[in-house]
Structure formats: C-alpha cells, structure tokens
C-alpha cells in the first residue's frame, strides 16, 4: 500500500509494501529538511536529511523527495519492515530551531 | 554517556508546584536544544543553547519556563506554577555546532 498527495495521519500496510509519507513544509526559505521517526516512548530518531539544492537523496532502504514548487517532501520506505511502525515527522529549519511537521503514524502487520 | 540523558523520565506535579527537568547531552556537544510535545503533536521548540550561551528562547511559552546551562554542559529546564496545560513530554536533544541533533527519551511531565 503507499499513499500520496495529502498528508494522512495515519498509514496502515502489510510487511514488504513500500510505504509513501506525505508533508508540507510552510517556509519557502527553508534550506534543510529531516526526516525523524519517534517509537513509543522515546525520542524522535535521525533518519534521512535533505537540502534544498537538491531533489532527491537516498538512503539505506530510505528515499527522500523534496518539491520546492509546492513545498511538499515525501518519505519513501522500501520493504517496510514490522520494526518501521512508528510515527514519523518531517522538520525544517528555521534559523538554529527544527520546526516539526505533523506526524503520519505507520502501522505494519505481517 | 553514549546518548542524552533525561532526568527525571516520569514526573507528577500539582498544579502551582515548580519543577525541574534535567538533561545530559552528549559529550562535546556544543548545541543543545529543549523542545515542547504534547500528546499526538510534533516536538514545538522551546529553546535554543550553544555551549552556556542562551541563543534562543523564542518558544518558550511564558515566564514561568526558565532555562539554563552554566557550564555548557548539563542543562535544566524549570517551570515554575505549573498549570495542566504544561502537561506534555519535554525533549532535550544535542548536537556539534552544525549536524545531526540527537535526541533524549524526554521527561513526560503530569500536572494534577
């Protein structure tokens, strides 16, 4: 299952599925955007970052796409795993602050 | 230690008590940052330091939340009067003066 366009807040797919997280970012001037993932009860975690010079950067099973024209980033997720569910966030910079984006939780059954 | 440390992870106040909310961050690093999450929401940044140097404290709320770190290491986040509307989990996180910002478990904090 993946999911595109608009940001959802949730995302449900089976073990082995590509997973596509949504966001909109609100500052056209923003050079830096993260992608973080936040397990119950612990901290947000590094995943993939991007700076706007570029489009696209890949990572271990990771990929994410930036779209400057409409201020729109997305999360793609190769072979979602079961140990993927979490809530994952965008953030962009603001000056020293990182502003998060709303968090889309993805749930994966086996 | 080998990540941010968080103290105390739990803690339940009543409402009007002061608290006092500890963070290690990780060896060296210059930066460290509090934030601000409430139950379904994405961290909100509360305040910004580098090294002992309050950069940054934009977010914070009201006059009731006070920061510091002295010694540009360990920092302490106090509320003072706690109100309900204070109860969330509250996110430490460090890194070099530029990179990767590594974050705590964060202190979930219960106004009764």
């Known amino acids: 299952g993946e999911s595109v366009g608009l940001h959802l807040p949730t995302l449900s797919v089976q073990e082995g599925d590509n997973s596509i997280i949504n966001c909109a970012y609100s500052?056209?001037?923003?050079?830096?955007f993260i992608w973080y993932k936040q397990e119950s009860g612990k901290g947000p975690q590094f995943i993939i970052d991007i700076r706007s010079n570029m489009d696209k950067r890949q990572g271990q099973r990771v990929t994410v796409l930036l779209n400057k024209t409409v201020k729109h980033l997305s999360l793609q997720i190769a072979a979602t795993q079961p140990g993927d569910s979490a809530v994952y966030f965008c953030?962009?910079?603001?000056?020293?602050?990182?502003?998060f984006g709303k968090g889309t939780t993805l749930s994966v059954s086996s | 230690g080998a990540g941010v440390s968080q103290s105390p992870r739990y803690k339940v106040a009543k409402r009007g008590q002061d608290v006092a909310l500890r963070c290690d961050p990780i060896s060296g690093h210059v930066s460290l940052f509090w934030y601000q999450q409430a139950l379904g929401q994405g961290p909100e940044f509360l305040t910004y330091?580098?090294?002992?140097?309050?950069?940054?404290k934009s977010g914070l709320p009201s006059d009731r939340f006070f920061a510091e770190r002295p010694e540009g290491s360990v920092s302490t986040l106090k509320i003072q009067r706690t109100q309900q509307e204070d109860s969330a989990v509250y996110l430490c996180?460090?890194?070099?003066?530029?990179?990767?910002?590594?974050f705590g478990q964060g202190t979930r904090l219960t106004v009764v």
């Open positions: 953030a962009e910079t603001e000056g020293t602050a990182l502003i």
């Open positions: 330091f580098q090294n002992e140097a309050q950069l940054d």
């Open positions: 996180a460090s890194s070099q003066v530029t990179g990767e910002a590594f």
């Open positions: 500052n056209s001037a923003s050079d830096y």
